[in-house]
């Protein structure tokens, strides 16, 4: 028999898994327990890093958006502040910095 919800109805298994995991979460959150999978997000990358980067490697908007998989509106989002970069973009942004080198084979790949 079933848990009848306002959506439809959810098996026995699948409540007593969801119920485990609200259990789970409430564990974690009062420091009884550790999570077993923990997910890494960079700092954001501000609008004014991106412009100063894209100037001091001599790239178009165009240009930063090939060698992060982006396009070109999101790159000209990012610099304008109205959206963050991905965090996939963001590590890339991030090793530009450190490594401005890397550009013109990133901008091959």
């Known amino acids: ?6 959506c439809g109805q959810m098996s026995k298994k699948n409540f ?3 119920l485990k995991s609200v259990e789970e979460m409430g564990a974690i959150r009062r420091g009884e ?3 077993t999978r923990v997910t890494y997000r960079p700092a954001p990358v501000k609008a004014e890093e ?3 980067l894209r100037k001091q490697l001599n790239i178009t908007q165009a ?3 090939k060698i992060v998989g982006e396009g070109e509106g999101a790159v000209q989002s990012w610099e304008q502040g109205q959206r963050n970069a991905g965090g996939a973009a ?3 942004i991030r090793l530009l910095e450190e490594m401005p080198e ?3 084979r990133l901008m091959t790949i």
């Open 33 to 35: 327990k550790t999570p």
């Open 90 to 92: 963001t590590k890339i």
């Open 16 to 18: 007593d898994a969801f």
């Open 102 to 104: 890397l550009k013109d």
């Open 1 to 6: 028999m079933g848990v009848k919800m306002a």
């Open 50 to 52: 991106i412009k100063k």
């Open 63 to 65: 240009g930063l958006a």
